[in-house]
């Protein structure tokens, strides 16, 4: 893409306890765009995306969003650079509602005596229930328990709350590992349907045939550097393979 990224990292690097986790890596990502992160553990990929999620700081080297320099300091302000991350394991609070997970720490409340309000529970049910139909799931019960959701669910959920908060940047840690088939495609299908309403995913994957059906572009890591930036057209998975073995 020829556009100027949305989203820039120059000479990014790390250090834990005099451990270098990131060494000098570079990263740009352009609106709408979808990039595979891939590499084996250890590589640097989640050293990097706790670092664009507020989770840890940079040791050196600059963050620019639309060309500003920007320094995420926590997690929240992440979210508020519209910087929306999607872990793994922890997506989602088990025991909460949908509609409580939809909007933990964002939560709507009515007015109320010097500044404090209720919840507005109804709301947030029925805003939960038109953002995960937009998404095409069908989840009539918006205050049913969220562990009774199916894995491929509860990234459906995931994803309409990032849409629903006007993320720009979506960060996908491994979202189809452990679902069937059916729920992986329907991830990937996702995945699609953000990039075309102009939101940018990382997508981390070890599956890098799903990484290579729906990239634009492949950034492979090892030992904390960047080893590779390509066009998807410009490589393979046999490629992608070698890349970081």
């Known amino acids: 893409m020829n556009e100027s990224p949305l989203l820039e990292c120059r000479n990014i690097s790390k250090s834990y306890s005099g451990v270098e986790a990131l060494k000098n890596v570079n990263f740009s990502a352009a609106k709408g765009e979808v990039i595979g992160l891939i590499g084996d553990n250890g590589a640097g990929k989640s050293t990097l995306i706790k670092i664009l999620s507020g989770v840890h700081s940079q040791s050196s080297g600059e963050i620019l969003m639309d060309n500003e320099p920007v320094q995420i300091r926590n997690p929240r302000h992440a979210m508020g650079l519209g910087i ?76 309409a709350r990032a849409i629903y908060f006007r993320s720009r940047i979506l960060i996908l ?42 990239s634009d572009r492949i950034v492979a890591m090892a030992r904390g550097e960047k080893t590779a930036d390509l066009a998807i057209e410009d490589t393979s998975v046999d490629h992608m393979v070698r890349l970081i073995s």
């Open 84 to 159: 929306e991350t999607i872990y793994q394991y922890t997506a989602m609070v088990p025991e909460m509602s949908i509609v409580r997970n939809m909007f933990i720490g964002r939560e709507m409340r009515s007015k109320g005596p010097r500044g404090f309000g209720w919840l507005s529970e109804a709301k947030m049910a029925e805003e939960a229930v038109r953002a995960i139909k937009d998404v095409g799931l069908d989840l009539e019960y918006p205050h049913r328990p969220i562990k009774e959701l199916s894995g491929g669910q509860r990234q459906g959920v995931a994803i």
């Open 173 to 214: 840690d491994e979202p189809t590992n452990h679902l069937s088939v059916k729920e992986t495609d329907k991830v990937l299908e996702y995945i699609e349907m953000l990039k075309n309403q102009g939101v940018t995913c990382i997508f981390i994957s070890h599956n890098l045939h799903h990484v290579y059906q729906v």
